[in-house]
């Protein structure tokens, strides 16, 4: 699990850096579209530097590790390993009066 999510980190970081110099390259262009047409401050605010940077950012950070990490996840589930992970860290989880499971539901959060 720790490979998966070292995999997750590190190979997400070109992917996001790409989509990030696409997606503001485009901000770039949409800023002159909208002084070109003489738009309203106010407008170009709202639409560009409020909408699309804050939907720009999200798709760029959190796309690439979601495409990353979920396969991965489907991968080792099919390949039954969560549910060995699962029994074999149930007696530390009992400790905190906890289940087993619940570490795979922790694993789910990172990505």
């Known amino acids: 699990l720790g490979i998966i999510l070292w995999l997750t980190i590190t190979g997400a970081n070109y992917p996001s850096q790409m989509l990030s110099y696409g997606l503001f390259w485009i901000e770039g262009q949409l800023t ?10 106010w407008l170009h605010g ?10 720009a950012w999200v798709i760029s950070v ?8 979920f396969p ?19 007696r530390f989880f009992k400790k905190a009066c906890a289940h087993g499971k619940q570490a795979l539901t922790m694993c789910m959060g990172f990505g």
């Not at 709202?46 to 939907?55: A, K, N, P, T």
């Not at 959190?62 to 990490?69: D, G, N, R, T, V």
């Not at 996840?73 to 992970?85: H, I, Q, W």
């Open 46 to 55: 709202i639409l560009v530097l409020g909408m699309y940077r804050s939907l």
């Open 72 to 90: 991965l996840f489907t991968l080792l589930e099919d390949l039954g390993y969560l549910p060995r992970v699962a029994f074999n860290l149930d």
């Open 32 to 41: 002159l579209l909208f002084m070109m047409i003489s738009a309203p401050d």
């Open 62 to 69: 959190m796309l690439p590790p979601m495409a990353i990490f």
